[in-house]
């Protein structure tokens, strides 16, 4: 096919739901291939032209490729001028995507290539936020660029073609540049951002406060309760970052308040749905056992957690969510917690 903007060529790793939806996106104007783990779900969607495991019903581009080869991903990137992969792999993930991004790299003997990961969580052991990770994965590999593409955006409204805006945050000015070229245009706006930190523990926070906003509908704690619960989980979002070296302004803009509102009140949201069948009485295993998709919240509050214990930041929601998931605290009790707790000045 014909690109829009020529020399730059696009991969996507991880053929979930927000994987094939960029992927998808991204093929309307670009050479796009999408790898997928598992060999029976790329030939499925290679000749179906529809992932039916992570998005049914959503007809695929024609010109979309896809492979479950790392080598055939290597190859359709290595020819190009200005080569993007995205990573659309959950935060468990990312470690071992970026030591195979790495490993291909140095493979194909490419000496550029812009690398751009989606997941929203920080390492459940280590407490690591992405790009910590990936700063050590690629660490001694020369060529590598590297930002996060994060922002409010349910996959299935995205592969559906409705509007979205994203924020591509990185030190590089070419990444961002080939990352907006990648998906700017038609329903998707892209902003750009140098705020790593910042984007990156947005993205982290707001699916614990939808896990919290969730377990307060199901218990039917009211929209007042769900309001405050958004106001003081920002608070608490932006505490965490700043303390991290984020920018206090990053956490009013689309990758901290706009998504915490769209994954706190959004039904498509897998965290808010955790949270909504905990407030009705459901337990954590049989949540999980039904669903076929990440929740990333779920792993990564207790990460979050303690790593604002380590920092000296209070995060009273963070601690209730997972007081409630983990410690077997019923959900009504963990509120009446946060509720009993001393006044204060708002702001702090
Ligand atoms: N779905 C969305 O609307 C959306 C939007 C923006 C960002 N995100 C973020 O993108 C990331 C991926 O989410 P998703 O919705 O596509 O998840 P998903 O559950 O739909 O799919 C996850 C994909 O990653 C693969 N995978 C799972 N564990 C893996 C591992 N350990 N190593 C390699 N691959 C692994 C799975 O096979 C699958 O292809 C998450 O961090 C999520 O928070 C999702
Ligand atoms: O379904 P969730 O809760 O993982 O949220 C999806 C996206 O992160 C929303 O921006």
Same mark, same amino acid.
Request: net charge negative; proline share 0%.
């Given at each position: 096919m014909a690109d829009m903007a020529p020399g730059l060529r696009v991969a996507v790793l991880g053929a979930g739901s927000w994987g094939t939806a960029l992927a998808a996106a991204c093929a309307r104007g670009h050479a796009t291939m999408l790898w997928a783990r598992r060999p029976e779900l790329a030939r499925r969607i290679a000749d179906t032209r529809e992932n039916a495991d992570y998005l049914p019903g959503v007809a695929l581009p024609q010109d979309l490729r896809c492979t479950s080869d790392l080598d055939d991903l290597f190859g359709h990137l290595s020819g190009a001028e200005r080569p993007l992969l995205i990573l659309g792999v959950p935060v468990a993930g990312m470690e071992q995507a970026c030591r195979e991004v790495a490993a291909g790299v140095v493979r194909h003997g490419m000496g550029d290539l812009a690398v751009a990961w989606t997941c929203k969580g920080l390492d459940a052991d280590t407490g690591r936020l992405p790009h910590a990770i990936a700063e050590a994965a690629f660490a001694g590999t020369a060529g590598i660029s590297t930002g996060v593409l994060s922002g409010p955006s349910f996959a299935r409204e995205v592969a559906r073609g409705l509007p979205v805006a994203l924020t591509i945050a990185s030190a590089s000015a070419e990444l961002r540049g080939r990352v907006t070229e990648a998906l700017h245009g038609g329903a998707i706006r892209v902003y750009g951002s140098e705020d790593i930190v910042g984007v990156e523990v947005g993205g982290a926070v707001k699916n614990i406060m939808a896990i919290a906003c969730g377990i307060g509908d199901g218990l039917g704690m009211g929209a007042n309760a769900r309001a405050a619960l958004i106001t003081r989980g920002l608070a608490e979002m932006t505490r965490l970052g700043v303390a991290l070296? !984020? @920018? !206090?302004?990053t956490f009013s803009g689309l990758t901290g308040l706009g998504d915490l509102i769209l994954t706190a009140t959004g039904d498509l949201s897998r965290n808010r749905h955790v949270g909504l069948e905990i407030g009705r009485g459901r337990s954590l295993d049989e949540i999980l056992g039904d669903m076929? @998709?990440? !929740?990333?919240g779920v792993r990564c509050a207790p990460a979050v957690r303690d790593l604002a214990r380590r920092c000296g930041i209070e995060m009273p929601i963070t601690e209730a969510v997972c007081a409630v998931l983990f410690d077997r605290v019923p959900p009504a009790q963990a509120v009446s917690r946060l509720l009993a707790r001393d006044p204060k000045v708002e702001g702090n």
């Open positions: 070296g !984020a @920018q !206090a302004d076929t @998709q990440v !929740a990333e």
